[in-house]
């Protein structure tokens, strides 16, 4: 593609967000505003790193030029490399995939967890704030006064009957459970994250965030799955 990114306030950054079910990418100018539209390729499966990074290839060559990279992948991360992917391939098990990334495209990428992004774009940056994502799992990232506390995996952590949060919120949870009684977890939910981390405010983003019937609770909000792209820009301010 053409470089049309001359006219637009630099850095420009390369927006990616990897999921277990899609990847989106999209390029954004220097204050987070949208320049393309959004481009979304269902996530191949095996989801593989090598059949990922080509699909994300193929979706790259469609945008402007960029002048850096943010991505967030459903994981923990550190270092540059992704530690976990339960509802990827086994493979990406301590990929390095910002080094893989920087190498690929010539360009320095920033890496974080895809719920940490999402909150980067939706989060206000004072007080105690959590961010879960309802997806094909369940995402979790915790700030404090806009800064991230790192590792934090809520979806895996036990909760109900032997049972993880993610097997009750996850695409899993709703499929087996129903509609009715997902909404019913996730109030749930909501209850126990308040008492356990005392948030300011709750954020509940992912594909699955538009099947909530329920009245949600003062200082509990919906945000955009556009978030997710949008903190890449956030991502670069924080980690600097």
């Known amino acids: ?34 320049l393309t539209e959004r481009l ?3 996530t191949p499966n095996p989801a593989t790193p090598t059949r990922m990074l080509s699909a994300l290839e193929t979706m790259r060559k469609q945008l402007p030029q960029c002048d850096r990279v943010s991505v967030g992948f459903p994981g923990v991360i550190k270092q ?11 493979t990406w098990v301590g990929f390095p995939l910002r080094n893989a990334l920087e190498k690929r495209w010539k360009l320095p990428v920033h890496l ?24 094909t799992g369940l995402g ?3 700030f404090t006064d806009g800064h991230l506390c790192p590792g934090l995996e809520l979806g895996h952590h036990p909760w109900q009957k032997g049972k993880t949060y993610e097997d009750y919120l996850g695409r899993r949870g709703l499929k087996k459970h129903g509609k009715k009684r997902w909404n019913r977890y ?3 939910a909501i209850e126990q994250t308040s008492k356990t981390f005392n948030w300011d405010r709750l954020y509940l983003g992912g ?8 009245t949600l ?21 924080y980690q600097n």
């Not at 490399?81 to 391939?89: F, P």
């Open 140 to 142: 979790s990232a915790l």
């Open 80 to 90: 540059g490399k992704t530690l976990t992917a339960a509802n990827l391939h086994p």
């Open 207 to 214: 594909g699955n965030a538009k099947e909530i019937n329920f």
């Open 1 to 34: 593609m053409a470089n049309t990114s001359a006219r637009f306030p630099h850095p420009i950054t390369l927006a990616v967000d990897i999921g277990g079910t899609g990847m989106k990418v999209m390029a954004l100018d220097a204050r987070g505003n949208p």
């Open 112 to 135: 974080a967890n895809d719920a940490a992004v999402q909150g980067y774009g939706a989060i206000s940056g004072r007080g105690v704030e959590l961010v879960l994502t309802l997806g």
């Open 40 to 42: 979304r390729t269902p």
């Open 217 to 237: 609770p003062t200082y509990v909000s919906t945000v955009s799955n556009e978030d997710g792209l949008f903190g890449g820009v956030a991502l670069w301010r």
């Open 186 to 188: 996730l109030a749930a």
